[in-house]
């Protein structure tokens, strides 16, 4: 069992990337969160955690939050005090009916097309605290949350 | 014989198919891939098919989903399908799926399993 993360931590440095859910922008979202966190100077293995982590937040947006349609992303990366990164991944597509159930490993709506079920579960191994919050036909906002070492 | 399409090479040894990819297999880079190494597979039907993924320098649940529908693809003709030397970011998340105790991982220097001729 991990230690829970404190969410009010101070914030000492934040900033907010809005892209439509195409998956060619699955890259580049990761790749802009690592850049912004890469001045903490996590360790690679770190900076890989995080990279994947937010690669699997997005594809949840684009394969199913917008499954027949193009919507906004929202990603806000906040650095905290105690070397804390908060990270958000917001949409407004059709929301989760049963997110205990989503979050269960290999549980997938879309086996069809190779969807393993595991995008959650790689979430809360890659990160120290994963929180969802959604509501059916408003959105989901995840929250990803990463202490690195000191 | 070695083809080329992408990120991804195809070598043949005999009734064996090697496919390596490299780059970033993620939900957008697995569509195009998976098309490829499809194509192949089904129109050579090789007994044996090694997908090679030294060079992945990243991989999400994505790139799962395509391990698993290839060792599907090709065990349902009969053939066998095994990873070949997976990076430390494949192994990673294999691991974590649990599906380095599903499918078979190999390295190219692990002669014991048989592979020594590659």
Redesign the interface.
Known sequence: MKNRVDFSAAVENEMQLSLPSL??N??MA?AAVAAFCAQLNPTALEL?DI??AV??AV?NC??HAYRETVGEILLCVKLCEGRLIQIEVRDRGCGIADVKQARE?LFTTDAE????G??F??ME?FCDELRVRSRLGKGTTVTLLKRLHK | MIRSGGQVVYETKGDTLVIRVGG?I???S??AV?AGIDEQILEARPGRVLLELSRVD?????G???I??RFALVSKYGGKFAVLDPSP?VLK?LR??GMDRMITVLKTKDKKKGNEHL
């Open positions: 998956s060619v699955e890259g990761r890989a990279k994947c690669s699997e594809t684009i394969v490993p097309n190779e969807r393993s595991m995008g579960t790689v191994n | 970033e993620d939900h957008h697995a569509v998976r990243f991989m999400d649940s994505s799962l989903g395509l698993m529908g970011a998340i974590l799926a």
